[in-house]
């Protein structure tokens, strides 16, 4: 797809609530109550995992800005406040559910301070905060740093352990490695990694600028 129509791609999600929605079930099941704050990191997690593996594609139509108290879709801030009894979605696109599921997976557990942690240092946050509190956070800024710094050493260590004979956790060894196109089926519950043993790393941000 060309330069010129990308932008008029169509959001996997025709809302935000509907992802809103889906972590709040989440959290629901798990007997977890999940704070706007938390909600709102999650969100952009999301958002910028999907974009990093479907071609800068938005999972929402949500624009996230920097803030003192970490990425905010400012059109939710309201809502998440007051939300209550939302619907369960139903028949989310597969692509879209398989993303929410791995950020849900890999991030549900975190507390808001490890989640404002690991989002302070993917690099993006930290270079809009120096421009200004309230500015926009960049998909494709988002999508490359994320894709950089943690879906291509994901796939990197895949392929190491596949050479090797070794099987990664979760996953087939005959697994294909998933890569940061349009055409690749889903996102295998291996990425993003962080250590092995399966803690948050505390500093993850690639060593040069991405952006």
Same mark, same amino acid.
């Given at each position: 797809?060309?330069? !010129?129509l990308e932008q008029?791609?169509?959001? *996997? ?11 709040? *079930?989440?959290?629901?099941?798990? %007997?977890r109550r999940i ?16 974009? !990093?593996? =479907? $071609?800068?594609?938005?999972?929402? &139509? ?7 108290? $970490? ?10 406040? =007051? ?24 991030? %549900?557990?975190? $507390? ?10 993917? %690099? ?9 509190? %309230?500015?926009?956070?960049?998909? &494709?800024?988002?999508a490359d740093a ?28 005959? *697994? ?36």
């Open positions: 797809m060309s330069d !010129a008029f791609r169509t959001p *996997a999600l025709k809302n935000s609530l509907l992802a809103v929605a889906w972590f709040e *079930a989440k959290g629901t099941e798990a %007997g704070p706007p704050r938390k909600m709102q990191m999650l969100l952009y997690i999301a958002q910028a995992l999907y974009a !990093a593996v =479907n $071609g800068c594609r938005l999972l929402m &139509p949500s624009v996230f800005v920097a803030s003192t108290m $970490g990425p905010q879709d400012p059109n939710l801030y309201d809502i998440l406040e =007051n939300a209550k009894d939302l619907p369960m979605p139903k028949e989310l696109e597969p692509r879209a559910e398989a993303c929410l599921t791995l950020v849900w997976r890999r991030f %549900g557990g975190m $507390g808001v301070d490890e989640l404002d942690n690991f989002i302070a240092h993917d %690099g993006v946050m930290e270079e809009a905060l120096q421009t200004a509190t %309230g500015a926009i956070l960049p998909l &494709p800024a988002l994320y894709r950089r710094s943690m879906i291509e050493p994901a796939q990197a260590e895949q392929a190491s352990r596949a050479r090797t004979g070794q099987v990664i956790e979760n996953t087939p060894i005959s *697994a294909p490695i998933p890569e940061p196109i349009p055409e690749q089926e889903g996102l295998p519950d291996n990425v993003p990694r962080m250590t092995m043993g399966g803690k948050p790393v505390r500093r993850w941000a690639p060593k040069r600028r991405v952006y």
